[in-house]
């Protein structure tokens, strides 16, 4: 299957991050390298690398990026430890909503304090945080393909779907997540017809979702946002999968700006309405959606369409980047350690908080509401 790449690292410590650059899609397939911290902050504000999973692994090699020219001039482990944490200072304030990107950061954090000893050199330090970011975008790679396993039992018999933003290959280190079980069931010759929402204002769904299912053999049908429900009313969609940009504890879920409508409009049609994501996306500490940083972008996206305004001027915006989904309107949370369903407080916590070694030897297709 042909499956685009969000972003991948060339060379060693002191090499480059190459992202393909979203902002041109689909019109353009160009890159974007960027060489140092300044230029993956730009990146992750601009959307250029976007989706929760992508952002946390740009900015763990955007760390790298941050040391690895110290490292090769001779800059010792302890001072480099300190640019370390004022690279991770600076990257987390490019986006505030997905948790990925605080996750990732504190990876990098982690692994920078706990090796410099007396006897470590920057170079070392620099090769061991590369590591690190390359161990972040593998896990997630893997998450991916085994979040597309476990969905593909639950979409097993529709034969339409619908998905609002992008959280597919373009999104991820990976195949996706809300579009990973689509491309698993096609693995298997099993072709589902997607729905995908246009996604105003940035327009992920029309844009790049339909780009990359299309690029991969995979029917879609771009709607705008205004649609959905009627698509739903014609019965052409049996369940509606999109991801998160971080979920609660009891299983709030914050998304791209719309999802909330979506699952309501799914609730009103009797359509399970799925969530997939890692646990990298898993915020713990919270429990109320309400309590999740939504990011309010620019007015400018709102009032332009393209290089035509299409807004007068005396109006005011309102322009969220994000909503949040109550936990009782999503019908299961797909993780890579299983399924989620019903979700609630309890079972997000059993899932989420059992090592997950244990838990995938005891068994693979584990839900929670086995647990
Ligand atoms: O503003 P974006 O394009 O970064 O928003 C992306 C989304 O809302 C995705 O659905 C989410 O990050 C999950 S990506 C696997």
């Not at 993956?40 to 900015?59: D, F, H, K, N, S």
């Not at 579009?179 to 698993?184: F, K, Q």
């Not at 400018?300 to 309102?318: H, N």
């Amino acid at each position: 299957m042909n499956l685009p790449s969000a972003l991948l690292w060339e060379g060693t410590a002191d090499g480059q991050l190459v992202l393909l650059d979203q902002t041109r899609l689909p019109l353009a397939t160009d890159t974007r390298t960027c060489r140092d911290v300044h230029s993956v902050w730009e990146a992750i504000r601009q959307l250029a690398v976007r989706g929760a999973p992508a952002i946390g692994i740009a900015a763990a090699y955007g760390v790298v990026l941050a040391v690895g020219k110290p490292a090769a001039a001779g800059v010792s482990a302890g001072e480099l430890l300190r640019i370390v944490e004022e690279a991770a200072d600076f990257l987390s304030t490019s986006r505030p909503t997905a948790v990925n990107l605080f996750w990732a950061l504190n990876r990098m954090r982690n692994v920078a304090s706990k090796l410099v000893t007396t006897s470590t050199s920057g170079v070392q330090l620099s090769e061991m945080l590369l590591e690190e970011a390359r161990r972040i975008h593998d896990e997630d790679r893997r998450m991916c393909q085994q979040i597309g396993s476990h969905g593909a039992r639950l979409l097993a018999d529709c034969r339409g779907v619908l998905t609002h933003c992008n959280a597919g290959a373009l999104a991820t280190g990976g195949a996706g997540t809300a579009l990973a079980p689509i491309y698993a069931l096609q693995e298997m010759g099993r072709s589902l017809k997607v729905y995908a929402d246009e996604t105003r204002p940035l327009l992920q769904g029309a844009r790049l979702t339909a780009w990359e299912l299309a690029t991969a053999g995979v029917e879609v049908t771009v709607i705008c946002d205004n649609m959905a429900a009627d698509v739903m009313r014609a019965g052409w969609v049996q369940a509606v999968i999109v991801g998160a940009d971080r979920i609660t504890a009891r299983g709030d879920v914050a998304n791209k700006i719309g999802t909330y409508a979506v699952a309501i409009l799914a609730r009103y049609h009797n359509i399970p309405f799925y969530v997939a994501a890692p646990s990298s996306t898993f915020d713990l500490s919270l429990i109320s959606g309400q309590d999740i940083p939504i990011e309010q972008r620019a007015a400018q996206e709102v009032t332009s369409f393209g290089a035509q305004q299409t807004v007068p001027s005396q109006a005011l915006v309102y322009n969220p980047a994000f909503d949040v989904t109550p936990a009782e309107l999503v019908s299961a949370i797909i993780t890579e350690r299983g399924v989620i369903e019903p979700v609630c407080e309890v079972t997000v916590r059993t899932l989420l908080e059992i090592p997950a070694a244990s838990l995938i030897a005891a068994n693979p297709k584990l839900s929670g509401r086995q647990l």
